[in-house]
């Protein structure tokens, strides 16, 4: 651009900038861009010249922040092409037409020099320039609103605060039909405990940023009408809810070869015959011949993609007209299932993510999508053959173990060789595979409102694979968790006790779910999954009302979730991530609750959402998609395939 040209500014909450900004979340890096302009202007030629502005307009600028980089979409991929960015930090004052009118001063007087030394030094790419809000910059925490707000009156109000704001979302060209997710929890940078309640507000990526002002002044003049909740907050953010395995990635080679591996070589020396909760699986990694299904070809390579993968929930006993006396199944996500069936495809969006794409209508994944998999039909439909371990992680292991045999300074090449030598042999003896898909929800049931994905896995024999539905061991909680008190009741405090077991659900009674007449708002409810591990989280009973973008081709309807988060109680790390989608949630007493289905990043945190639908929903989908092929389900007490039941004590 030439200095003489009128800069085109365009302001957004928080954040004034030219060119237009990319939505945040977004990454910074320092790329080849970067580089060459450094070498044509010199290493101190920006440096200078732009604070030296900014501090005029800006007396409080950080001026440490003030800086070049190459601005990116959060998580895109490494191709990707960024914008050259000068990049301020400052304080957003109270008043955002005073702050936001001082910085559009600045950036274009900023950018008009930066032009200057452009035409002087003969670069003709475009260098932004960008003023954040500290606010923006900062890591946020999050917990549920408390229990006494849920008494004084939210549990009743927050209908009422969800229909509205959603009509005054509907209202705004720019929000409308836009809405991802509607919550409300405290959210701030401060501990969670002093964060203000907040309505967090979801919105797809093509909802303008630049345009939100309005719809955010005229929901805080609303919440304002609601005088018992002092300082209630809305926010407004881009994101989407994503049902749960692992992100697809490309091979291995591409992923793991050459890299450097801090942990050591791999996390494991061998794999266990048994399948157990919380164990990773995946369809099966080796399609039949001829078949493509799992590996989609990408547009821009021809590189094999990973299936997705997800975790064992548990394992059940199922009562059906062909088996009387019970057989044993896993629970898992259905979502984990789906790229075994023809119609699977991925595609390559803008900032090269790979994105899984709908199926076209009367395939085969488009008739599980629309209509789940049922008992009788799985005898006759193709099997989708799923395993465990998934062949993603191998993979990984493999590739680790090479990486360090082959590194010439490594002393323990002859153990680690041995270690890869039974992780192959597993894989090609076939022991990896686990069974097949026996019925599944598919994605257009909902049960009270709670969108259902779940699968249940027939296993190829009764006896070998079926593990235990043990949970962690005391010391598993106590190396994961600081707290006594966040430890389940099934442990001593105070001395080594056996393991714990996972027990059916509790009962309910009336038409409230498990989730609602079992627990309290703000209760501890713990999880084991494929990627996080053991993992404790704080249930927030406020229902948040969600819409998740892989289902739109079936239904674009809201469904009604619990939501479980890390709130205080664990240590820098979600309460569930990606790879956990299937596992299970129990109680103190280690009782089934629920089953972990979606996900949702919120922006400047390290927190997720987790989203959680009430097991006894999915025990009556269950049966109800059966019909009346299934007739009891049970957590298994048997915990190893043997016809042995564990003992164990319960601690205070």
């Known amino acids: 651009m030439s200095p003489t040209e009128q800069v085109k500014i365009y302001s957004i909450h928080g954040r004034v900038a030219t060119p237009p900004p990319h939505p945040l979340p977004i990454e910074q890096r320092w790329d080849e861009q970067c580089k060459t302009i ?43 092409k960024g914008q050259p960015t000068i990049v301020a930090v400052a304080e957003w004052h109270d008043q955002p037409e005073s702050s936001a009118r001082t910085w559009e001063r600045a950036v274009i007087e900023v950018k008009q020099a930066i032009d200057s030394l452009c035409l002087l030094h003969g670069y003709h790419d475009d260098i932004g320039v960008e003023i954040i809000a500290e606010e923006l910059t900062r890591d946020k925490f999050m917990a549920p609103i408390t229990a006494e707000l849920v008494d004084q009156g939210m549990g009743r109000d927050w209908p009422v605060i969800k229909n509205e704001v959603t009509n005054i979302l509907n209202s705004h ?24 309640p907040t309505v967090l507000i979801t919105v797809d990526s093509e909802s303008p940023e630049t345009e939100w002002q309005p719809v955010i002044d005229e929901i805080q003049r609303f919440l304002r009408t609601f005088v018992t909740y002092v300082n209630l907050k809305v926010q407004i953010e881009h994101g989407a809810v994503e049902l749960w395995p692992y992100e697809l990635h ?47 070809k990408t547009i821009d390579d021809a590189a094999e993609m990973h299936p997705l993968v997800g975790t064992v929930g548990c394992w059940l006993e199922i009562k059906t007209k062909a088996f009387p006396d019970g057989v044993k199944v896993a629970l898992t996500s259905y979502r984990v299932v789906r790229p075994a069936y023809e119609g699977f495809k991925l595609d390559v ?28 039909e799985s005898n006759n439909a193709p099997k989708v053959k799923v395993e465990s371990p998934a ?78 539905n043990k949970l962690p061991s ?8 600081c707290s006594p ?57 406020m229902p948040a009302y969600v819409k998740t973008s892989e289902v739109k081709h079936i239904s674009s309807d809201t469904s009604t ?13 979600p309460f569930a991530k990606y790879g956990d989608s299937g596992s299970v949630v129990w109680d103190k007493d280690g009782r089934l609750l629920g089953l972990v289905s979606r996900g949702q990043k919120v922006l400047h945190s390290c927190e997720i959402i987790c989203y959680v639908t009430p097991i006894d929903v999915v025990f009556r989908d269950i049966k109800d998609l059966s019909n009346g092929e299934i007739t009891d389900i049970k957590v298994l007490e048997v915990l190893d395939g043997t016809g042995e039941t564990e003992e164990m004590s319960e601690g205070d």
């Open 474 to 481: 005391f010391t598993s909680w106590r190396k994961e968790h």
């Open 38 to 80: 450094e070498k044509t202007f010199g290493p101190s030629t920006l440096a200078s010249r732009a604070p030296e502005i900014f501090v005029k307009y800006i007396p409080k600028v950080d001026i440490e922040s003030v800086g070049l980089t190459s601005q990116v979409p959060a998580e895109c991929h490494s191709s990707f």
């Open 391 to 468: 062949g993603k992680n191998h993979n990984r292991e493999v590739v680790v173990k090479q990486d360090w045999i082959n590194f010439p300074a490594y002393k323990e090449k002859a153990v680690t060789e041995q270690e890869l030598a039974r992780l192959v042999e597993f894989f090609e003896n076939g022991k990896h595979e686990l069974g097949t898909v026996y019925c599944a929800s598919g994605y257009n049931r909902r049960l009270n409102n709670h969108l259902l994905d779940w699968a249940l896995i027939m296993p190829f024999s009764q006896e070998e694979r079926v593990g235990k």
């Open 250 to 296: 490309r091979g291995p080679i591409w992923n793991y070869a050459g890299s450097y591996h801090p942990d050591g070589p791999g996390q494991r020396t061998h794999y266990e015959t048994k399948v157990n909760l919380g164990n990773d699986m995946s369809v099966s990694s080796t399609p039949p011949p001829g078949s493509e299904r799992l590996y989609q």
């Open 485 to 541: 008190n966040e430890y389940p009741k099934i442990w001593s405090y105070d001395s080594y006790t056996p393991d714990g077991v996972l027990k059916d659900p509790p009962p309910t009674s009336g038409s409230d779910n498990i989730l609602e007449h079992h627990l309290k708002q703000g209760e501890l409810v713990y999880m084991v999954g494929a990627t996080t591990g053991p993992s404790i989280g704080v249930l927030n009973k």
């Open 561 to 573: 979730e619990y939501t479980v988060v890390r709130g205080w109680v664990a240590k820098s790390r």
């Open 173 to 196: 060209p720019a929000t409308k039909d836009h809405l991802v997710s509607l919550n409300i929890f405290r959210l701030g940078t401060y501990t969670p405990i002093f964060n203000p």
């Open 349 to 376: 969006d803008a900032t090269g993510k790979f994105r899984i794409t709908p199926p076209a209508q009367g395939t085969e994944l488009w008739l599980a999508d629309k209509h789940g998999v049922v008992p009788s």
